[in-house]
């Protein structure tokens, strides 16, 4: 009989839980015996370790976070860490193990399986940033939905007092988030990692609108694409305008998810379960809606994703 472990790594992201739920629940259909791992990579090297069932995952599917809480573990990008992991699911003869996280995530994933033969190794991406290559990431559409719910809020006071708004979401080196929100929101002007800033479009946009005799503007950007501070400086400088900034923070990583959250995260924890039946090992569930696949997890920690940059021309267009 298999032993599949299961564990959560890195950021939180809305529909781990679901994720959870599919893969526990999957594999019990499967006749395998299932273990959760609390604390991530940490939990794995100290045996934090707990046999699950499907009732432990039950009531789960809405909840933000994680129960089997997170975090992040240099120790176990170290040979010696990894050492340590194994020893602890031998002890339990766990020979599967299901990562679901983020990049840095996958690539603890990558090192374990390409060290040992007797681990399956299964990833599936989760990750507000959506950076993942090849895949929609699990948490992505719930995080944009919270953006667009602030920038309504956010309108209804600049519309209200004349403001311009300046608002910093996640991405430092992804821009997914700003650029689906901007779009989303009908932002005049999104700054992403991706595209150098460039001011004075910035600024000649508010100018633009203001002869046109357009109460407000929302700016989107992603955090730390251009210090925020100095950007509302600049644009008051430049316009006159009373200029304020909201920096969303980690609201966007908690809160219930979507519907979309919700089945992605369902499909790929049962491709995941899937792919071990079928022996694949190394390689993460790829996907979107309810088209799932495998991709050596090789490929996926060396690629590189890039958002869709026609997004930002459609941005550019709407918002003159």
Known sequence: MKRVAVLTSGGDAPGMNAAIRAVVRSAIYEGMEVYGVYRGFEGLMTGQY??????????????????LHTSRSKDFM?????????EHMARLSIDCLVIIGG?????????????????????????????????????????????LSAI????????SHGRVFIIEVMGRRCGEIALAAG??????????????????????KIKSGNERGKLH????VAEGVYPV????????????????????????????????????????????IDAIVRGKSNV??????????TIPLGEVINGHRTPELGMFEIARVLST
């Open 50 to 67: 707990e046999r699950l069932s499907p009732g432990s995952v039950a009531d789960i599917i809405h909840r933000g976070g994680t129960i």
């Open 284 to 293: 993460m569930v790829a996907g979107q809606d309810d088209r799932c696949y």
């Open 152 to 159: 309504n809020n956010i309108r209804d006071t600049a519309t």
């Open 217 to 220: 503007s929302i700016i989107i």
């Open 103 to 147: 990049n840095g995530s996958l690539r603890g994933g990558y090192e374990l399986a390409s060290e040992s033969d007797a681990i399956q190794v299964i990833g599936i991406p989760a990750t507000i940033d959506n950076d993942v290559v090849y895949t929609r990431s699990i948490g992505f559409d719930t995080a944009v939905n919270t953006v």
């Open 78 to 86: 170290q040979m010696q860490g990894r050492v340590r992991a194994r």
């Open 229 to 272: 501070m100095t950007l509302k400086d600049e644009i008051m400088h430049a316009t006159g305008r009373d200029t304020r900034v909201s920096i969303l923070g980690h609201v966007q990583r908690g809160g219930t998810p979507t519907a979309v959250d919700r089945i992605l995260a369902s499909y790929m924890g049962k491709a995941a």
């Open 183 to 204: 779009v989303g929101g009908g932002a005049e002007s999104i700054l992403i990692p991706e595209i150098e800033p460039d001011l004075n479009q910035v600024i000649e």
